[in-house]
């Protein structure tokens, strides 16, 4: 069965250090793969997504970059983070090409900038 | 652009009852595909039940079924015999058709089963 791991659970971070959220799925090949912001008590936002290794599709522009470097891997950074950069953040993967498939869920990771 | 809206920020219902959570999304796509996400305290987003645009019968998974009214552009959920489990943060998303899985998220309905 597929799974998808995503780390750390929890981070705290000073403005202006950088960032790297890590995501990997298991026992699929190719999947579609995203990252997405969720402000408290808010929706989710998509930042980025990846339809294969190396190519990266951004949705908003932000202080956030993606990579993709291995076919599982999915990676979220930034050089310097802000204040706005905080919230919970979740990658996804899901089955290509199909838009029907529905997309799964990490477990998250709670950013904290202070 | 497509949106999709939740209009109740909050819902209780009391244990076994039964709760419906209402969506309406705008699109001028003819094909895509309608999910409720339900999002417990843990945060972990969990797939509850999913519809194609495509198709009149309405989607039941167990205790939940989605009352989907192409026409209004509404895709309500309703729970049946709410459990305390079921308390959780629930979020309707939609997704059109070849897409390459750009889901659209509403803004969320948090329910409080009671007991």
């Known amino acids: 069965s597929q799974t998808i791991h995503q780390w750390p659970a929890t981070l705290v971070q000073p403005v202006g250090s950088p960032l790297s959220l890590e995501c990997t799925v298991e026992g699929t090949s190719n999947p579609n793969l995203y990252w997405y912001r969720q402000a408290a008590g808010r929706g989710l936002q998509l930042l980025f997504y990846s339809v294969g290794i190396g190519q990266i599709s951004s949705e908003v522009p932000q202080n956030l970059s993606a990579s993709r470097p291995q076919d599982r891997q999915f990676i979220l950074s930034s050089k310097k983070l802000l204040l706005s950069d905080s919230g919970f953040y979740l990658c996804?993967?899901?089955?290509?090409?199909?838009?029907?498939?529905?997309?799964?869920f990490g477990d998250g990771t709670r950013l904290s900038i202070l | 652009a497509q949106t999709v809206t939740q209009s109740q920020p909050e819902m209780s219902v009391q244990e076994a009852e039964t709760v419906t959570l209402s969506c309406t999304y705008d699109t001028s796509e003819s094909n895509y595909y309608l999910f409720w996400y339900k999002q417990p305290p843990s945060r972990q987003m969990i797939l509850v039940i999913r519809q194609e645009a495509y198709k009149q019968q309405n989607a039941t998974e167990n205790r939940f079924s989605v009352n989907f009214q192409k026409a209004a552009k509404s895709f309500s959920l309703k729970i049946s015999d709410s459990q305390l489990g079921d308390t959780a943060m629930y979020f309707c998303?939609?997704?059109?058709?070849?897409?390459?899985?750009?889901?659209?998220f509403g803004q969320g309905t948090t329910l409080q089963v009671k007991p």
């Open positions: 998303a939609f997704i059109a058709s070849g897409n390459t899985g750009k889901l659209i």
């Open positions: 996804a993967w899901s089955v290509t090409p199909n838009s029907n498939q529905p997309q799964h």
